[in-house]
């Protein structure tokens, strides 16, 4: 098991279509993916779990990856999160 604590980049933070990106990536990586916002954690491969929470730019959220290259996982999704998708 991988986590890592970030702030999430995109200017608009997880709105529907970044957050769908997340959702496809996590889902690709065959890795179970969880992130958390504060107490809630929510299953990353649910774009409803993921919109749920509500991620602004500059939140700081708490990824976990468990599963078979779990750092390179991690690293990948971590990178996705620290970028501006609304650019």
Excluded: C
């Amino acid at each position: 098991m991988a986590d890592r604590t970030l702030a999430v980049a995109s200017a608009h933070g997880l709105h529907a279509r970044p957050a769908a990106l997340f959702v496809k990536a996590a889902t690709d990586s065959g890795a179970s993916v969880h992130l958390r916002k504060g107490e809630r954690t929510v299953d990353g491969k649910s774009i409803l779990g993921v919109v749920s929470l509500g991620i602004e730019h500059g939140d700081e959220v708490t990824l976990t990856v468990e599963g078979e290259n779990d750092a390179a996982v991690l690293t990948e999704l971590a990178a996705f999160l620290e970028q501006d998708h609304d650019a």
